[in-house]
């Protein structure tokens, strides 16, 4: 009578084969026959892998070892020179006596499972590929804006940033941006693009443009959204040279205007004073012509500082002096905005050497910027400005510390940026640009430390001589002035 269970063995849809202690095959099924040929009397791995020895791992021998089913991926070739991936699972057939003498081994077919898991890998790889050198800043960011993973553009330039919120990796900042694009992504599914300026940790401003696009998992939900910030500096610092040129004529016309209608009122006094022969008109007029000529020579200095970098017209200077006369000169205005200046400047040894000009108009800025910082703070009822000189055997420096309104993180990186203004439509963004080039013309640099609601402090260190450089000195945000 023919036994069911041999039939069930032999219809069996994967490779199922017996085999004794020596590996010898006593028993395959059809499917194993068609595509193997004839097996009687010879080995598993002569059949399956037309080796002349036995495989170095064999889960037929790890199941005499130890009387416990074994399983292992393996690749066989069939008759025809066809090579299969398959699944390997060996179970031990004890006889009556519990000794194992045989070990049934099936090997199921899956050639096409593992080709699919091949090409879904090589898919992942050239993905993670172009995701890791897009020239572009990418994040992955959660619902609450905590960063996942990055590429290395975004590595490079910000740092390890895995687990930090954006708004900190990108802007040093201590809440999230608003208007935030991955928020309003995550609110509606749709891509936002915007521009932003963000910083670098070494304090570099960068141009971005920022693409938010959602990422859905399986239930069609937002898991979370990739955030793709393309560097746009260099594009707009091209296209600042030639668009603010005009929003500078913009921003000094006005001043200028009136600059020239003083210097016309200073001529008709002198012009008409000589008619008259009335000298003390003459005398007056001449003032008024010589003090309208100085400010047009500051206004159009800072212009070429801003137009294009230029030599020093290098002289011997003073510091003491230079701060003397910097000091004199806006002192009427600091008292009349409630500001005392308090000086400090050394008597010997502060020669230097330094474009007079360039120089006053560093001071004057600085200074500025200080009242205005003191003028906008409403926080306090008393403001004062200290205004220093000193050096060491190799730099001169001048020191304006002032206790107005501070400056947070972003505000101080952008500090020095062109046309970046603190004080809205007040400010014209020229002032400490152009402090700053000043200062780098002089082989100089100028520290800035400051603190919300503590005040600022200005360090301008310059040469002694102009073959020698001040190096830059890293300092702890400044507490203001007492």
Sequence with gaps: MENPFERYFDALPCYLTVQDKDFRIVQGNQKFRRDFGNWEGRYCFQVYKHRSEKCEVCPVERCFWDGNPHRSEETVRSLDGREISVLVEATPLPNRDGEITQVMEMSTDVTLIKRLEDQLRESRRRYQVLFEEVPSYISIQTSDLRITETNRAFREDFGASLGRYCYKAYKHRSEECIPCPIRETFRDGQVRTREEVVSSPQGKPLHVLVTAAPIYDEAGKIASVMEMSANITQIRELETQLTTLGLLIGSISHGLKGLLNGLAGGMYLVNTGFKKGNMDRVHQGWDLVERNVARIRTMVSDILYYAKPRVPNWEPLSAEHMANEVAELLRSRLEDLGIRLDTDFRESGDEFEGDVQAIRSLLVNLLENSADA????????????????????????????????????????????????????????????????????HGGVIELSSEVGQGTRFLVRLPRSRKKECPKVEEAPGQGVS
Excluded: Y
């Design 374 to 441: 003191c003028r906008i703070d409403t926080g306090k009822s008393d403001h004062v400005i200290v205004f220093r000189t000193g050096g060491t055997d190799t730099c001169v420096e001048f020191e304006i510390q002032d206790n107005g309104i501070g400056m947070d993180r972003e505000t101080r990186e952008k500090a020095f940026s062109l046309f970046f203004s603190s004080k809205g439509s007040e400010g014209t963004g020229l002032g400490l640009f152009i402090a700053n080039r000043i200062a780098v013309a």
